[in-house]
């Protein structure tokens, strides 16, 4: 039997196709990215039933509770003519001892590509390893890849061409922070990241980031003074203090992250037509105030709709 979506020997009159997999937003080229959002803005003025990927299956394995990216994954598969089959840990003999990779290779024999939320960026990469179809990071602790997509489309869609502007992003250097230094830099931006000492981005995602950043023309700052990464930036970004898994340490993280809370003073700092951005949920009065979350420059909606739109063109790109 051959694997679903294998990339191996093709039969007479097929073409041999090597698949890809998205397990971090450089898995793109910048010219690959600029092309899946460009492909995600055509489908956003064109929403409607296709059959691109009719007869395809799309497996989604969440081993973190999820809002939007299940949602918006579950109805971008469906709204390609593809069939999502969603399921989570407790759904699969993963806790049982079955190896990720023995799950990967019976998976590849199923469905066409596998969509997967979870905790160590290594499980992903293990299930795309050993897997014969393309594996999508939907949110690892280290990177949140779809996430930043769905943010570049956003500014694109109210600001323009990426090249040249500011992103200031306040708050921990989590998983978001490091997809959007990558994304970023990709398109040419300039993204200085605010972070308390002792949470700023791994040192290896910044130097990566630095690298394309010089090869695009962006820039990549990190600081620990947050109205210095919010200056005269173009669009103002944060996240929640603590992340899932991180709940323990919520009154710590408080105490050290107030300076770097997205509020008018710190919007005072950026230009006065800055966009306000936010992966969401957001816990309003902490990382944001609601004033600035619910005012006139906050895109936040924008953004999370947009999860739809630029997760169906990655899935074109992958599966067509």
């Not at 949110?139 to 090249?163: K, M, N, V, W, Y």
């Not at 944060?238 to 809370?261: C, H, I, N």
Request: one cysteine or more; charged letters at 25%; proline letters at 4%.
């Amino acid at each position: 039997m051959t694997p679903s979506g294998s990339g191996g020997s093709a039969g007479r009159g097929q073409v041999e196709v090597t698949k890809r997999d998205y397990l971090t937003v450089d898995a793109l080229s910048s010219e690959e990215l600029s092309k899946v959002l460009d492909l995600a803005e055509e489908l956003k003025r064109d929403r409607r039933q296709r059959d691109d990927l009719r007869g395809k299956s799309v497996a989604m394995i969440f081993e973190k509770p999820s809002t939007r990216t299940r949602i918006s994954f579950e109805v971008a598969i469906a709204e390609l003519g593809a069939t999502p089959v969603v399921l989570n840990a407790s759904d699969l003999q993963l806790g049982r001892g079955e190896t990720i990779e023995d799950t990967a290779r019976v998976l590849s024999r199923y469905v066409h590509a596998v969509v997967v939320r979870t905790f160590a960026q290594s499980r992903l990469e293990a299930l795309a390893s050993a897997g014969t179809v393309p594996v999508i990071n939907a949110l690892s602790d280290f990177s949140h890849p779809c996430q930043a997509l769905a943010d570049l489309q956003t500014i694109r869609e109210h600001r323009g061409p990426l090249a040249g502007q500011k992103l200031a992003y306040l708050g921990d250097g989590n998983n978001v922070a490091h997809s959007l230094l990558k994304a970023g830099a990709m398109a040419g931006m300039h993204v200085a990241i605010g972070s308390p000492a002792g949470y700023e981005p791994i040192p290896q995602v910044v130097a990566v980031a630095e690298k394309l950043a010089d090869a695009s023309g962006g820039h990549i700052t990190c600081t620990a003074d947050p109205l210095e990464a919010a200056r005269d930036a173009d669009v103002v970004y944060t996240d929640v203090w603590a992340s899932m898994g991180q709940e323990g340490e919520a009154s710590a993280r408080t105490m050290l992250f107030r300076p770097f809370q997205v509020n008018a003073h710190v919007m005072d700092a950026a230009k006065p037509d800055a966009l306000v951005m936010h992966c969401l949920p957001a816990h309003r009065d902490e990382e944001i105030t609601a004033d600035v979350i619910d005012g006139p420059n906050s895109v936040v909606f924008d953004q999370a709709e947009n999860r739809l739109h630029s997760q169906k063109a990655l899935l074109l790109f992958l599966l067509t």
